[in-house]
């Protein structure tokens, strides 16, 4: 077998980091890249510049009842008062 057909084996089976493979960054990709930020469209661009919704295309989100949902608030008050009391008991830096 030629050399440089051993020598490409080799590089197809070297292991990568998978680490490195998912980081696209813009010295990576083509000049027209843009990567987004995982959100899938919910219709599409007419010829004119329109866009239209799809309805199909928009989340829907399931809500449990949360009618017998007994809700506990937590009042600021006490954790900033404790806040400010725990802060000036510091010596504060001379200048």
């Not at 440089?4 to 980081?23: A, E, M, P, Q």
């Not at 399931?62 to 937590?74: A, E, G, H, Q």
Request: hydrophobic fraction near 35%; charged fraction near 20%.
């Amino acid at each position: 077998m030629p050399l440089g057909l051993l020598v490409g084996l080799g590089r197809s089976f070297r292991r990568k980091r998978t680490s490195s493979l998912d980081i696209l960054t813009t010295k990576r990709v083509p000049r027209g890249f843009y990567k987004g930020k995982n959100c899938k469209p919910t219709g599409f661009h007419t010829r004119k510049g329109g866009y239209v919704i799809v309805q199909e295309k928009l989340p829907n989100y399931v809500v449990p009842d949360l009618t017998s949902f007994k809700i506990v608030l937590m009042q600021l008050g006490s954790y900033s008062n404790w806040f400010v009391s725990f802060c000036s008991s510091f010596p504060t830096p001379a200048r």
